[in-house]
Nanobody, 124 residues
Framework: EAQLVESGGGSVQAGGSLRLSCAGSGYTYSTACMGWFRQAPGKEREGVAIIYTTTGSTYYADSVKGRFTISQDNARKTLYLQMNTLKPEDTAIYFC?????????????????WGQGTQVTVSS
């Protein structure tokens, strides 16, 4: 059974940094795309960053460009999200997801596997 497990969330002051990790198991890791999404209290889930696993090309939401970096370690089957210069509006539950065959940047399309999420809280 496919499983994605996030870690690395926590509480940090504005301007600080966190690094999220997502370990995958139970499926062929050579998926088309891996992504990070987030959901803030009272808001809809939104895309944060996507990486096309074969080419390494990345996509970022405008709100995180220049502050967040998505990366992958295929040998360890792990996805990362380095978050710098965090803002209170980054507070959310962060989810990683895998798209086995295809994905469309900026959407949820193709992402079939999801983790349970990790909480990130940024205080002002």
């Amino acid at each position: 059974e496919a499983q994605l497990v996030e870690s690395g969330g926590g509480s940090v002051q504005a301007g600080g940094s966190l690094r999220l990790s997502c370990a995958g198991s139970g499926y062929t890791y050579s998926t088309a795309c891996m992504g990070w999404f987030r959901q803030a209290p009272g808001k809809e889930r939104e895309g944060v960053a996507i990486i096309y696993t074969t080419t390494g090309s990345t996509y970022y939401a405008d709100s995180v460009k220049g502050r967040f970096t998505i990366s992958q370690d295929n040998a360890r089957k792990t996805l990362y999200l380095q978050m710098n210069t965090l803002k209170p509006e980054d507070t959310a539950i962060y989810f990683c997801a895998a798209a086995p065959r295809w994905c469309v940047a900026g959407t949820f399309a193709g992402f079939d596997y999801w983790g349970q999420g990790t909480q990130v809280t940024v205080s002002s």
